[in-house]
């Protein structure tokens, strides 16, 4: 703090400090000079705008992490200590005011040393970045979704799987996977062309995951298979799952005035714990092959007995 407040200006340097605040309070960035402690001891205009203060004034010694969203403070405190000991640190922030959108910051903290090399304080420059998350994260949307069904795609199935297996797991629940696949398909292309294809599998999936229920998840692997994961007790569970789901999917399905009768074929499976998610959709596109041994629009169940 000495050193900061050897840089305090006395009153021959009055006019330049004024000039300078002018500048600072110009620029659109969130400008603030804060102790090693994370108050604030100096902040611009956009930074009192961006943190509610301002009707304060521009140095108002408040501690800055405080004034943000819990779940951002935790990254913030590691880049603030970081800062302290002499290297520049950054991290992703947010400000949120009451009835106005959240504002995603790039908050870039630099140290600011005495003459001895000691950090006397950091300044912290505040950009945002909300234009830019948003197109971010529409990309990582789009990299995860299938254009054609609008239902996750294969990637987001399996960055999501290991996630719904542990939050399962402590519920005292079983992953189960189901795998579905349209009855025939390639005969309806043939029949009606790939755009009547298409539109059957958009309204099979539109389907499928309108009947799906609770915290059960839906994806589209590919072609004409889909996946559901379910949180079950037992295999007899799992049947009522696939039974439902049958159910929903029975009915024709309209390509362009022409009614199309579809049918998929479901296979499932219960993960062991000596399992992992390759060998529980080994285990379900097995028991599909075995439900389309017993004829169109039926489910198997790996390790029950075929009648």
């Given at each position: ?39 604030i ?57 009451a ?50 069904t ?26 189960a ?44 692997l ?15 569970e ?27 074929s ?42």
């Amino acid at each position: 703090m000495d050193g900061l407040r050897a840089l305090a200006p006395s009153t021959s340097y009055a006019g330049e400090l004024e000039t300078l605040q002018l500048m600072l309070d110009a620029s659109i960035d969130c400008i603030k000079l804060l102790s090693t402690d994370g108050r604030i001891l100096k902040i611009n205009l956009a930074g009192r705008k961006a943190l509610g203060l301002i009707a304060e004034p521009n140095r108002i010694n408040l501690p800055w992490l405080k004034l943000l969203p819990q779940e951002v403070r935790r990254n913030g405190q590691r880049a603030l200590r970081l800062a302290t000991t002499g290297k520049r640190s950054s991290f992703i922030g947010k400000s949120e005011l009451a009835g106005q959108p959240s504002i995603i910051w790039e908050n870039i903290l630099t140290p600011l040393f005495s003459n001895d090399g000691s950090v006397m304080g950091i300044l912290c420059l505040s950009r945002d970045v909300s234009r830019q998350a948003k197109a971010e994260e529409k990309l990582r949307e789009a990299s995860l979704t299938d254009l054609l069904t609008s239902l996750p795609n294969r990637r987001a199935f399996k960055l999501y799987a290991d996630s719904f297996r542990k939050r399962y797991l402590k519920n005292n629940l079983k992953t189960a996977l189901l795998i579905f696949d349209v009855d025939n398909f390639k005969s309806i292309n043939d029949l009606y062309g790939h755009d009547a294809g298409d539109e059957v599998l958009r309204q099979i999936a539109r389907r499928l995951d309108a009947g799906k229920s609770g915290d059960e998840y839906m994806a589209r692997l590919g072609g004409d298979e889909f996946v559901l994961l379910a949180g079950v007790k037992d295999a007899c569970e799992l049947t009522h799952v696939a039974t439902r789901m049958l159910k929903d999917t029975s009915s024709p399905i309209d390509c362009a005035g022409v009614k199309v009768k579809v049918g998929i074929s479901i296979g499932g499976a219960i993960l062991s714990a000596d399992q992992d998610l390759s060998q529980l959709m080994k285990n379900s596109d097995s028991a599909m092959y075995a439900a389309k041994q017993k004829g169109k629009s039926n489910y198997h169940i790996h390790g029950s007995v075929l009648p």
